[in-house]
C-alpha cells in the first residue's frame, strides 16, 4: 500500500499564495490532490500522469493551481496561486487513480469520493477575506 504524507498546509489571505507538498513512498501512474470543505463531498482538484506529466484541473482552480513533480525526491506539489476564500478545506494526496483521471480533458468525470482508498491525511488551508 503506498504511504502519502501531505505538508505545507496554511493561513493566508485571499489573493495569496501556499504550496501544499505529498511525499509518496511509490509513484503510481495517476496521483492528484482532491480537497474537502465542511459539509461537502471531497472534491478532485488535479491530478497528474506521473509518467508523461499531463495534468488535469478542475475549472474552479485552472489557471491558478499548478500540479507538478520532483521525481528525485517522490514529491507531488500543489503550487496554489490567487487564493480565494473558497479555496479553504482539507486538502488530500490521492494515489493508484483511474489512469483515466489524468486525462487533461476528462479527468474529472472519474472522481468520485470512492475512486481510491489511497490516501494521506490531508493538510488544512484556509484563506481569508
Known amino acids: 500500500q503506498v504511504q502519502l504524507a501531505e505538508s505545507g498546509g496554511g493561513s493566508v489571505q485571499a489573493g495569496g499564495s501556499l504550496r501544499v507538498s505529498c511525499a509518496a513512498s511509490?509513484?503510481?501512474?495517476?496521483m492528484g490532490w482532491f480537497r474537502q470543505s465542511s459539509g461537502k463531498e471531497r472534491e478532485g482538484v488535479a491530478t497528474?500522469?506521473?509518467?508523461?506529466?499531463?495534468?488535469w484541473y478542475a475549472d474552479p482552480v485552472k489557471g491558478r493551481f499548478t500540479i507538478s513533480l520532483d521525481n528525485a525526491k517522490k514529491m507531488i506539489d500543489l503550487q496554489m496561486n490567487n487564493l480565494k476564500p473558497e479555496d479553504t478545506g482539507k486538502y488530500y494526496c490521492?494515489?493508484?487513480?483511474?489512469?483515466?483521471?489524468?486525462?487533461?480533458?476528462?479527468?474529472?468525470?472519474?472522481?468520485?469520493?470512492?475512486?481510491?482508498?489511497?490516501w494521506g491525511q490531508g493538510t488544512v488551508v484556509e484563506v481569508s477575506s
Open positions: 490521492a494515489a493508484v487513480l483511474p489512469l483515466a483521471a489524468c486525462d487533461p480533458q476528462s479527468g474529472g468525470r472519474w472522481l468520485r469520493p470512492g475512486v481510491t482508498d489511497a
Open positions: 497528474i500522469n506521473t509518467r508523461r506529466g499531463s495534468a
Open positions: 511509490e509513484y503510481s501512474e495517476c
